[in-house]
């Protein structure tokens, strides 16, 4: 994947309000905001084109971007993004900055791997996935893009829940550091698979149908 996905360039913007940033959209850009790292919020704009080509990457979401601020580098992370209701437009972003050596909390998302080998799910059971991400405390430089779940030796009913899970080294769960059990969320279970059944209103028009048959039959 391109580094440049991850790589945006933005200018400060002055003209606020709600008039302001519908000119902007019209013009094809976004307006966003900068905040955190003990520093001002900073309203800024971006190019849509290339912003929305680079949401289309599930990584650009877990990812430290880089954002070029009237020639100024900024780490950040997206926080919040809101798109049009009908349209393939983003309309608004939050970066949250990102400064070395803080912890940072954010979602990363589950790839869910090997399911094809599971002997459960090749006996006819079917992987339900409760949770699609998982919510981090860990450094910058320790921060995935996504963490792997290996289906390939769950068993029939069982369910794994956030403590079975492997993180990557300096990776900690939010969830988890809430001392508190009932935050041991489930991740993926493998159930059987529901048996098909004939419907009763199909199976007694069949029947009812049958016996008109028979009927004329005779």
Not at 84 to 99: A, E, G, L, N, S
Request: include cysteine; aromatic fraction near 4%; charged fraction near 30%.
């Amino acid at each position: 994947m391109s580094e440049a996905i991850f790589t945006l360039d933005a200018q400060v913007r002055t003209d606020l309000g709600k008039g302001a940033s519908r000119r902007l959209r019209h013009a094809d850009k976004v307006p966003a905001i900068l905040y955190g790292g003990n520093e001002e919020p900073l309203a800024i704009t971006l190019d849509h084109n290339k912003l929305n080509q680079a949401q289309d990457f599930e990584a650009f979401y877990s990812h430290i971007l880089t954002i070029n601020v009237d020639g100024k580098k900024v780490q950040a992370l997206v926080k919040d993004m809101q798109r049009h209701p009908f349209k393939p437009k983003v309309t608004h972003v939050d970066f949250q900055r990102v400064i070395a050596g803080e912890k940072l909390h954010t979602n990363v998302p589950i790839h869910f791997i090997n399911e094809a080998k599971s002997e459960a799910i090749k006996g006819g059971g079917i992987a339900e996935h409760h949770v699609n991400e998982i919510e981090v405390t860990c450094l910058p430089k320790d921060l995935p893009e996504f963490i792997e779940v290996d289906m390939a030796n769950v068993e029939m009913d069982q369910t794994l829940h956030l403590s079975d899970i492997k993180l990557p080294k300096g990776v900690e769960s939010v969830e988890l550091g809430k001392d508190d059990e009932t935050h041991d969320l489930a991740v993926v279970t493998i159930k059987k698979a529901p048996k098909v059944t004939v419907d009763d209103e199909e199976s007694t028009g069949t029947e009812e149908a049958a016996d008109d048959k028979d009927a004329t039959e005779e």
